[in-house]
């Protein structure tokens, strides 16, 4: 293989994946300076990031070589006046974005007495919003399928904390989905995890309830947040194909049929990320 020109090996690579480049790169000096040819990251980059530092916040640090504008790519930054973040997931380069709660639609939202919108230094956004109380939790965000990468499977995501006032939120689970064209997704899932040993007679009339209507609850039966490196956690709210029929995907979180009191979440946005 050191016989072949660094061109031509810079070429084979440029049809792999970034993470089989950066561990091409310790297998001789050969790979190493193909690895980091400009040939080979042009092919990472997505057709349209021009398209996408033209919608930047801030604009972007000159970079040495299209290696380094890669890198700087999987760094999430803020796009379309803040609305949303931007990145490229760091081993594959597909396209990962963030929307962000001012872009949802969270019934009543906007009436202080319910939801109080603030900024907190861990979000990327400049506002992020949380529940004081509520009886119907109702959160749905659009997005275009034509923004993301082609032939990618995909999931949504709903980034979120707990306060420890929280309450209200493992009575009953939510119902999560994702729908775009004929294709549907759906979950139910805690907002945060239940702790069936904390039995109060509120809790215990609910859950009685929710039998009759759904059989036996089973905590396993059902999604919990799972923590992130970011300090936030997430549950996923359902799967989708960048491909096929439809270009608006429609994505939900509800619990509207306790009618119990809720309170103590913070929503960040809703993140669209490639499965595995």
Not at 185 to 194: M, T, V
């Amino acid at each position: 293989m050191n016989l072949l020109p660094e061109n031509c090996i810079a070429h084979v690579l440029s049809f792999t994946t970034p993470r089989d480049v950066c561990r091409s790169s310790s297998v001789s000096p050969t790979f190493r300076l193909a690895a980091d040819s400009n040939v080979v990251w042009e092919m990472f980059l997505p057709s349209d990031y021009r398209d996408i530092f033209s919608r930047l916040c801030s604009p972007v640090a000159s970079c040495s070589s299209t290696k380094e504008l890669y890198f700087h790519l999987c760094i999430p930054a803020r796009i379309d006046e803040g609305k949303m973040t931007f990145s490229l997931e760091k081993s594959s380069g597909k396209k990962c974005y963030m929307i962000s709660a001012r872009e949802l639609f969270i019934t009543w939202g906007n009436e202080p007495m319910y939801w109080t919108w603030k900024s907190i230094p861990q979000s990327r956004f400049s506002e992020v919003v949380e529940l004081r109380t509520i009886c119907w939790l109702e959160i749905h965000g659009k997005f275009s399928r034509k923004m993301l990468s082609p032939e990618t499977n995909y999931a949504a995501y709903l980034i979120l904390k707990v306060t420890e006032r929280a309450y209200g939120l493992d009575t009953l689970p939510s119902e999560t989905s994702v729908e775009v064209g004929d294709q549907r997704s759906q979950f139910s899932a805690y907002l945060c995890h239940c702790d069936f040993n904390k039995n109060s007679p509120d809790k215990l009339c609910f859950l009685h309830r929710f039998e009759l209507l759904n059989g036996r609850v089973d905590d396993e039966e059902h999604r919990v947040p799972c923590c992130r490196g970011d300090g936030w956690m997430e549950i996923e709210l359902g799967r989708f194909a960048s491909h096929g029929d439809g270009d608006e995907v429609k994505m939900s979180l509800l619990e509207v049929n306790g009618y119990h009191l809720k309170g103590g979440l913070i929503i960040e946005g809703i993140e669209i990320r490639p499965t595995e």
